[in-house]
């Protein structure tokens, strides 16, 4: 059949979203058809990549092109302009030198760019090529400006909300809350905070009929799901429960900027780094509390209470040895008892002392499971009535004992921190200093460099110390904060008299088992210390 001219198309989604006509594929199709037959190409075959970026040079249109033109089969390739090709000087030099190789003829209508024609095409044709480029990357800076410009008035660059949440009727980038769906990520959030595991979250609410994100937003919005469903539409995967758990947003803040690409030519996402989010506090209605929230991270980030040998207690994964900071693992004897019964006793034991080699680095510290609960109940029990009694006396005595506790730390913090500054300030003029030398010629080019590598190397390390110092400040700052979230833990409830997974989660963050001490026949005295959310330790208790 002889060689064929290619007549090339592309499309990117900008140029659709943008709703010009002369880009559209018809119109190009229609000016490349025309070209042909008036210039006497009447073997033709269409390439077509539609909603394609032109940064993009891994095209199914274009491969296919490529394929024929290095097979021999392509004489002549025709587009309606040298952006259609690409939009990237050194992809698009790369394929020009493709044509080139195999002896292809290669015309851009609307530029009057023909290879065959004269030698100033290949310099006019790089410019051409540079001024596409920098129409991209000119786009690129724009929407990424807007992004941003979204993300600092509290707004998201998407449509698309979390699962609970929908577009608001009034601004399509704030959300509002969807209330069917809202209620079930409470029962999610309230499950972990029971201590119920993961997958068992999804198992129940399958067993309830419950529909997961995917297939709850298709049937909301009266659209079809865009991938069909391998599994029920009620199957929760593990993942789906944990993106929820760990999602901010539910708690009415606005976490944006959070993905982004390298650069115009590289259209692969990733994750920025925390301290890059752009996060606005109360953006939209909260359907989680904030404590919520943070109870659930805690029990997210290690708190393991569920096991094939059964029941681990709601203390395991909070107790730590006073000694070698090792967690306590549960211990569970069972004793055979009159008339063929079976006791079982359980008590927790420092894992290091529980080597399976014939060296340990810990002794056991074990105290009985039965006593360790009774102890933390009592002791909830007693700071959660002394609140009830008289909430502002209780918080007064928290914040005075706390800033006694922090108050010689805090004004020696605050001493050394104005002093590290002014260190770091009298560099900085030495450095300014001694540049003048090196400019004046007084010092030589090794004496200068020698000497900055020092003053350089000192402020460093003055910066981080100060750093130290500025962070130990906030925290201090943050106790105030801190005491009276405590108190709105309590507020929340009426009574407490079972210590459930729950009341665990709420209130304690760890506890500390020290070496008991044996005072007599069975008898012994172990000090315990527990350590409560937000506020850390206020009693160490001896039993």
Known sequence: MGKYTALYCRLSQEDRNGRDESNSITNQKEILSRYASEHGFTNTRFFVDDGISG?????????????????????????????????????????SSVFSRHDVRYIAVLNNSDTALDNQFDFLGTIYDA?????????????????????????????????????????????????????????????????????????RLQAEGIKNPTAYKAERDGVALRKRLIHPDTTWGHMTIVSILANQEYTGAAVLSKITTKSYKDHRRFAKPEDEWIIHENAHEAIIDKDVFETVQRIRDGRRRHAKSGDLGVLNGILYCNDCGGRMHLKRQVVDGRAG??????????????????????????????????????????????????????????????SKEAEQSISRARSELGKLKKQIGDIDETINMLYGDRTKGIITVERFQLMLDSYESKQTALKSKASEYEQLLDEVQEQSANADRFIGLIRKRTDITKLTAEVVNDFIAKIFIGEPEHTGWRQKKQPIEVSFNYIGNISGVEM
């Open 341 to 402: 019964t079976k006791n079982t006793y359980d008590y927790y034991v420092c894992k290091n002392s529980r080597s399976h080699t014939e060296y340990v680095s810990c002794t056991s510290h074990a105290v009985k499971r039965e006593t360790v609960e009774e102890m933390v109940l009592a002791l909830i029990q007693e700071v959660f009535a002394r609140v009830k009694s008289n909430e502002a006396r209780f918080t007064e005595e928290l914040k005075s004992t706390k």
């Open 131 to 203: 001024v596409n480029e920098m129409y991209v990357a000119d786009g690129s800076n724009k929407t990424r400006a807007s992004f941003k410009n979204k993300a600092l008035n509290g707004k998201h660059a998407s449509t698309q909300a979390p699962y609970g949440y929908m577009p608001s009727e009034k601004d399509k980038f704030v959300w509002m809350v969807d209330e069917p769906a809202a209620a079930v990520v409470r029962r999610i959030f309230d499950m972990c905070k029971s201590n119920v595991g993961m997958t068992e979250i999804g198992k």
């Open 55 to 95: 940064t993009t040079f891994d095209r199914p249109g274009l491969n296919a092109m490529k394929a024929e033109v290095e097979l021999g089969n392509i004489a002549t390739v025709i587009v309606k302009d040298r952006s259609r090709l690409g939009r990237n000087v050194g992809e698009t030099a790369m394929l």
